[in-house]
C-alpha cells in the first residue's frame, strides 16, 4: 500500500492546487467558476468524498472546492493545531487564499462540526451552511451520553492503532472498512470495494491516522473540560446564515431526532432534509439527490442574497434516493 500524500491527487474533472493559510499549506480538488462552495470531509476521508458534488456543482455555476483538512490527505500534518479555534482559522484562511471574502460552507460529521462553529469564530467567511450528519455542537455537548462519549474514543483508538505512522499494518483496512460499514444503515451497495481502499490507502498516509485522532478527540473533551469553557461559550450560540441540514434516517452514529434538535440554534432561514434510507455518509449513498437538493437551495439562496434576504424557505420534508 502506497504511503505517500500524492495518492490522494485523483484525477477527475477537477484541478488540484495547494494554498497557504493560517501558517499551513492545504490542499484542495476544485471544480467550476461562479460563488464559491467549500466542502469539508469528515473521518475516516479526505476530499475525494466529495467527488459527486464537485461536478454537480460546478456544471451548476458553482466554484466548488473540495479541502483536504489539516492533518489529512496532500495537506500538511504538522503536531499540532487540531482545535476548533486553529481548525476554524485553518477554513477562514483557505477562502481567502482563493481570493474569496466568504463562501457556502459544507461539512459532513467532523466537517459539520467545523461548519456549524463558523459562523461563531469566523463569521466574514461563511454566508451560508449545509451540514450532513451532525447536530449542532450544542447539541452534541448535550446529547452525548456517558456511553456514546466511550464508544468515540474506543472507536477512533481502533483506527489510530491500524495505521502507526512508522510502518503499515493490516489492521487498517480492516477497521476502515468496519467503520464504513457501520455507517451505512441497510444500504448494502455503500461503501463499494474501491471507497473502502481510498480511504484505507488515505489514511495509511503518515501522521494521518494520529492527526485524524487527534482533532477527533479535541471535539469530544471540549464538551467536558473548564479548559474548553472559552470554546463552548463562543460556539454555543444562535447560527444567524441560511442553514440546509441533511441527515440520514438510518444514520446509526447520530440519530435524525438528535441532530433536528439543531433547528433551535439557528436564527438564520433552515431547512431539515431527511435522506431516506441513509445511513451516517449520505452526500455518497445518494449523491444525486443530495447534489441536486443542495443545488435547488443555493439557487434559492444566492437569489434571496441579491434581494436582500437570508435565505431560501424553511421545511422539513424528506428527500428520496
Given amino acids: 500500500m502506497s504511503r505517500d500524500p500524492s495518492l490522494v491527487l485523483l484525477p477527475g474533472p477537477w484541478e488540484h492546487r495547494y494554498v497557504a493559510a493560517n ?7 476544485s471544480a467550476g467558476d461562479g460563488p464559491l462552495v467549500l466542502f469539508l470531509h469528515g473521518l475516516p476521508q479526505f476530499w475525494w468524498a466529495w467527488r459527486h458534488q464537485l461536478t454537480g456543482l460546478a456544471e451548476a455555476g ?3 472546492v473540495a479541502l483536504d483538512l489539516r492533518g489529512y ?3 500538511d500534518k504538522p503536531p499540532t493545531g487540531y482545535d476548533g479555534y486553529t481548525l476554524a482559522a485553518d477554513v477562514a484562511g483557505v477562502v481567502r487564499s482563493l481570493g474569496e471574502t466568504d463562501a457556502v460552507i459544507v461539512g459532513h460529521g467532523l466537517g459539520a462540526w467545523l461548519a456549524w462553529t463558523m459562523p461563531s469564530l469566523q463569521p ?5 451552511l449545509v ?6 455542537p450544542a447539541e452534541f455537548s448535550c446529547g452525548l451520553s456517558l456511553l456514546r462519549h466511550r464508544v468515540a474514543h474506543r472507536t477512533v483508538n481502533r483506527l489510530e492503532r491500524g495505521f502507526p ?7 487498517g483496512p480492516a477497521r476502515v472498512q468496519e467503520l464504513l460499514t457501520s ?3 441497510d444500504d448494502r451497495s455503500w461503501p463499494t470495494v474501491e471507497e473502502c481502499a481510498r480511504y484505507s490507502e488515505a489514511m495509511s498516509i503518515p501522521f494521518v491516522a494520529s492527526s485524524a485522532a487527534e482533532g477527533y478527540r479535541w471535539v469530544l473533551r471540549s464538551r467536558v473540560r473548564l479548559s474548553a469553557r472559552a470554546y463552548r461559550r463562543a460556539v454555543y450560540r444562535p447560527v444567524p446564515v441560511p442553514v440546509l441540514q441533511f441527515h440520514g434516517t438510518q444514520d446509526r452514529v447520530c440519530s435524525p431526532e438528535w441532530a433536528a434538535r439543531s433547528r433551535r440554534w439557528v436564527d438564520g432561514r ?3 432534509r431527511p435522506v431516506d434510507g441513509a445511513g451516517h455518509a449520505p452526500h455518497e449513498q445518494a449523491p444525486e439527490v443530495v447534489t441536486e437538493e443542495i443545488r435547488r437551495w443555493l439557487d434559492r439562496a444566492m437569489s434571496a442574497r441579491e434581494d436582500g434576504q437570508d435565505g431560501g424557505p424553511d421545511g422539513n420534508g424528506p428527500v428520496r434516493p
Avoid: K
Fill in 23 to 29: 501558517g499551513a499549506r492545504f490542499h484542495v480538488a
Fill in 62 to 64: 458553482y466554484r466548488a
Fill in 73 to 75: 490527505g496532500a495537506s
Fill in 124 to 128: 466574514e467567511s461563511v454566508r451560508g
Fill in 131 to 136: 451540514v450532513l450528519s451532525a447536530p449542532h
Fill in 165 to 171: 505512522s512508522e510502518r503499515t499494518s493490516p489492521r
Fill in 183 to 185: 455507517w451505512r444503515g
Fill in 270 to 272: 433552515y431547512l431539515w
